[in-house]
């Protein structure tokens, strides 16, 4: 399974994990592919297009701007994205839900239709469809 680290959470995370998931996934930072700054309106239509990338996002503005939503849900992508309480918490929260989540993660991934969207957690296993 290909994964994308969004520019809103660290190169750093992208690497761990890639390295805890080495031979099982690839895991990339969205600066490796396409260096800083780059636009959603740019990304999410290009891995959309090259199909089925899971998008892990601290990013609430793809949640909340009407473009950016749309090329989402109407992209091959599934998306993750941190909720606000867990997006708050220290990288190492965050890594830990991520990690603790990660094989509802990976199932979720590979069984829901593209464009779909989910919370995830800062405390429950619970994770919420957007």
């Not at 199909?51 to 990013?59: N, P, Q």
């Amino acid at each position: 399974m290909k994964f994308v680290v969004d520019e809103n959470l660290p190169p750093a995370l992208a690497r761990a994990l890639h390295a805890l998931f080495a031979g099982e996934h690839d895991i990339i930072h969205i600066r490796d592919r396409y260096g800083s700054g780059v636009k959603d309106l740019q990304w999410i239509p290009e891995l959309g297009h090259e199909g089925r990338w899971v998008v892990l996002s601290a990013d609430r503005r793809i949640r909340k701007t009407r473009a950016e939503f749309q090329a989402f849900r109407t992209s091959r992508l599934v998306g993750f994205f941190l909720s606000a309480g867990l997006n708050k918490a220290p990288l190492v929260k965050k890594a830990e839900r991520i990690l603790a989540l990660w094989d509802d993660i990976v199932t979720f991934g590979e069984r829901s239709a593209a464009g779909s969207m989910y919370e995830l957690p800062p405390t429950s296993n619970r994770i919420r469809t957007l």
